[in-house]
Nanobody, 122 residues
């Protein structure tokens, strides 16, 4: 089992920045891809971005490319989501994930954090 704990959410004005962190514990010896998903009110959870265990590969949803960056520090068992130029439509609960299969062309996660709220005001 892998336990994930997110932090760093909050309220920010449009155009601002936030950095989310997610720290893993438990079976962190496994070399998992890790990533971020988000769920806005009334919408399904969607993929935001992911990073391979080595950090050499990253993937992003088109809606966040060029604005968001996923990174990781394996020594700290932590993955980050740097969010710049935030828009009101980025408002959502953001979830950290680990061990990320692609099912039917859609990213998902075997392990989930509890989520952290990000609210972007206009």
């Amino acid at each position: 089992q892998v336990r994930l704990v997110e932090s760093g959410g909050g309220l920010v004005q449009a155009g601002g920045s936030l950095r989310l962190s997610c720290t893993a514990s438990g079976r962190t010896s496994s070399r998992h891809d890790m990533g971020w998903f988000r769920q806005a009110p009334g919408k399904e959870r969607e993929f935001v971005g992911a990073i391979s265990w080595s950090g050499s590969n990253t993937w992003y949803a088109d809606s966040v490319k060029g604005r968001f960056t996923v990174s990781r520090d394996n020594a700290k068992n932590t993955v980050y989501l740097q969010m710049n130029t935030l828009k009101p439509e980025d408002t959502a609960v953001y979830y950290c994930g680990a061990d990320l299969p692609i099912v039917g062309g859609t990213w998902t996660s075997k392990y989930w954090g509890q989520g952290t709220q990000v609210t972007v005001s206009s």
